[in-house]
């Protein structure tokens, strides 16, 4: 069933002190919606969360009382309408403004801190009957200008949206609900291998559906941006670049390039680009690249650092490189065939370098500056081209542990990188 989503929350306890903003947004053609808080008698929180919700007014008091405040029953609110990590901007909308620190370390606590928090005392926007909105909105729209790179991600963000709906536009065009289910059952056969025709694998089936739907999207959103000028204030200032920028690393961001965000993974997936940590000592004694010399001279700095920071933990991993054909189409024979590497978390980093030694064995290849999770935010990887190795699949889930997946044009570099390393005749010397 298609969901018709709000882009506007207001919560508050009194519908009089913001109606006004509600019809003003909804003669604009907006989205909003109002959720009455009061503690006797309001409305309960909703238990789905909201996809596109980008701005919420907040009022911080649910009762005439003044003493009920309790910034855990605002941040609950927030809770209720945005999940993790979600990029919103909170409008204080209050009669009492000195809560908004409160607050804040409240929604940090359960991550959902608002790009941007703007407080806004109601008795400065108060009228002989109502609030002055107009003058409200303007104010609002002054604090938000202090940050006009979010303008070039709206307009990004439109041509995702425009893209998606031209997409299933294309799709539904002309047709009835038989043709549009042999049309879909047609895109996953061809993207995922006829070992999907029958019945069951819902999952799996869905999951090539949505990764066909994804590329259709990468390649379409490109034509559907929107014409919309780049403000002069971006020209001077986002796109002005003269050297490189130097600020601190987003590994979570790194990671976004990296991997593939699929949380959990499912037990038994088989996946190529599939990351693993081993957990069976007799593969970790045949296939750790540690206890190689090369390897262990290279990595002396994380195994030897005397700089009184927290020490690094080596953790050994493989990772799937069978063909994705192969294995998209059930044919990679009794056997996946994995790389043995290494997860290093809190790495010692000397000079941005992971290395002991000067120079890098050929046969490495490095992630550096990842995130894995909130307790494994700061990680690299490094895989050896030397130890690849080969096991049936229900070993693999017994003696495994899933952690994350390359995507695709990564998982190419490495295949791609692996097959060159392998195909290596060498140079005799002449001595």
């Given at each position: 069933m298609l969901s018709f989503e709000p882009r506007i929350a207001v919560i508050d306890d009194k519908i009089d002190e913001v109606e006004g903003i509600i019809q003003k947004y909804q003669k604009e053609g907006v989205g909003i919606k109002y959720f009455n808080a009061h503690l006797a008698n309001g409305d309960d929180k909703p238990n789905i969360h909201f996809s596109d919700l980008n701005l919420i007014y907040l009022d911080v008091h649910y009762t005439e009382n003044i003493r009920d405040y309790d910034p855990e029953l605002c941040a609950a609110w927030i809770y209720s309408l945005v999940p993790?990590?979600?990029?919103?901007?909170?409008?204080?909308?209050?009669?009492?403004?000195?809560?908004?620190?409160?607050?804040?370390e409240e929604l940090k606590k359960i991550n959902r801190s608002p790009f941007a928090?703007?407080?806004?005392?109601?008795?400065?926007?108060?009228?002989?009957?109502?609030?002055?909105?107009?003058?409200?909105?303007?104010?609002?729209?002054?604090?938000?200008?202090?940050?006009?790179?979010?303008?070039?991600?709206?307009?990004?963000?439109?041509?995702?949206?425009?893209?998606?709906?031209?997409?299933?536009?294309?799709?539904?065009?002309?047709?009835?609900?038989?043709?549009?289910?042999?049309k879909l059952q047609k895109i996953i056969i061809g993207h995922g291998g006829t070992y999907l025709l029958g019945q069951g694998n819902e999952n799996e089936k869905r999951k090539v559906l949505f990764d066909a739907l994804d590329n259709i999207l990468s390649s379409n959103s490109k034509s559907t941006r929107p014409l919309e000028e780049i403000t002069q204030v971006n020209n001077e200032n986002l796109y002005n670049i003269p050297e490189f920028p130097k600020t601190d690393i987003d590994s979570k961001l790194n990671s976004w390039f990296h991997f593939i965000l699929q949380n959990p993974i499912p037990k038994e997936l088989i996946i190529p680009g599939l990351i693993s940590i081993c957990e069976n000592e007799s593969l970790i004694k045949n296939y750790n690249i540690q206890r190689d010399d090369n390897i262990a001279e290279y990595l002396s700095f994380q195994t030897n650092h005397d700089d009184g920071e927290r020490s690094p933990e080596l953790i050994d991993i493989a990772m799937i490189i069978s063909r994705p054909c192969d294995v998209a189409q059930n044919k990679y024979g009794r056997n996946l065939k994995l790389l043995g590497g290494l997860l290093i978390l809190n790495p010692i980093r000397k000079k941005n370098k992971l290395k002991g030694k000067s120079t890098m064995p050929l046969s490495l290849k490095i992630f550096d500056h990842l995130y894995l999770d909130e307790e494994r935010s700061d990680c690299a990887l490094i895989f050896d081209f030397r130890y690849a190795f080969s096991l049936p699949p229900n070993i693999f889930h017994e003696r495994f542990n899933k952690i994350k997946i390359f995507n695709k044009e990564l998982l190419s570099e490495i295949q791609v990188e692996y097959s060159s390393y392998s195909n290596r005749l060498g140079i005799t010397q002449i001595i």
């Open positions: 993790e990590y979600s990029f919103y901007i909170l409008i204080l909308w209050s009669k009492e403004t000195d809560s908004k620190d409160e607050i804040l928090c703007i407080v806004k005392q109601k008795n400065d926007f108060k009228t002989k009957d109502s609030w002055d909105f107009e003058k409200l909105e303007l104010s609002i729209k002054g604090e938000l200008e202090k940050y006009p790179e979010i303008d070039e991600l709206a307009t990004w963000k439109k041509s995702i949206i425009h893209s998606s709906n031209t997409i299933i536009g294309h799709l539904v065009k002309g047709i009835d609900a038989d043709a549009l289910k042999k």
